[in-house]
C-alpha cells in the first residue's frame, strides 16, 4: 500500500489532508500526530513542486486541492503559495518541509510531530 489509512474513510482523509494543506500553507508550522504530519510531507512537497511551475493550470490544480480559507490580512492559501512560497523554494529540488518529533500526547499517547516549512 503507497499511502497510510489514519483510520479513516477514503473522504475523510481526503478532507483532513487538504485542511492540513491549507493550514500549514497559512501558518507555516503546525502540530499533529507524527504519522499525519509524515502523509501530509509529501501532499505539501507536490503543492509547492506544483506552484513553481507558476502557469495558469498549476494555479487551477492548486485552487482545486486548497480550501478556500482567507487570513486577517486577506490572503487564501493559493495566493500564499504562489506568491509567497513558490519564489523562496525556486531553487531548491524538494525537501521544502521538515518533521520534527514532539514527544507523547497526554491523552492517548500517541507520538506528536511538528511539520513546518524549511
Do not use: C
Not at 487551477?60 to 492559501?77: E, F, H
Not at 518541509?97 to 514532539?102: D, G, N, S
Amino acid at each position: 500500500m503507497w499511502n497510510r489509512r489514519l483510520g479513516r474513510t477514503a473522504e475523510h482523509r481526503v478532507a483532513l489532508l487538504k485542511n492540513m494543506a491549507t493550514d500549514l500553507i497559512l501558518k507555516g508550522k503546525i502540530e499533529t500526530t507524527e504519522m499525519k504530519a509524515k502523509e501530509l510531507r509529501s501532499v505539501v512537497d507536490h503543492l509547492i513542486t506544483v506552484a513553481k511551475k507558476g502557469d495558469l493550470a498549476a494555479r487551477r490544480q492548486a485552487t482545486s486541492y486548497l480550501r478556500d480559507v482567507t487570513t486577517a490580512d486577506g490572503k487564501n492559501a493559493v495566493q500564499v503559495l504562489f506568491d509567497e512560497l513558490a519564489p523562496r523554494y525556486k531553487d531548491r529540488n524538494g525537501g521544502y518541509t521538515r518533521v520534527v518529533k514532539t514527544g507523547i500526547r497526554k491523552g492517548d499517547a500517541a507520538p506528536m510531530a511538528y511539520i513546518e516549512l524549511v
